[in-house]
């Protein structure tokens, strides 16, 4: 599953990091977002970019193209 399907509420469980531009990766690593993690989609921007998750009780902004690294499975 990817992020681009995700729609507010959904509930998911980051699996892997894919391949990608390795700044992308590790910015995505340095804000936590790490296997095992779980996230909710709380917003969304009108027109679908940037998304807000909230992950280990702080609100999180991402473009869904940076976010497209992160392998999830719904919870």
Do not use: C, W
Request: hydrophobic share 50%; glycine share 8%.
């Amino acid at each position: 599953m990817q992020v681009k399907e995700l729609t507010v509420g959904h509930r998911v469980r980051i699996v892997s990091l894919l391949a990608g531009h390795p700044m992308y990766r590790q910015r995505l690593i340095a804000m936590g977002l790490i296997p095992g993690t779980e996230f909710v989609v709380s917003r969304m921007a009108p027109l679908g970019d940037p998304i807000e998750i909230l992950v280990r009780g702080f609100a999180l902004s991402l473009r869904k193209n940076e976010a497209s690294l992160l392998q999830i499975e719904e919870v």
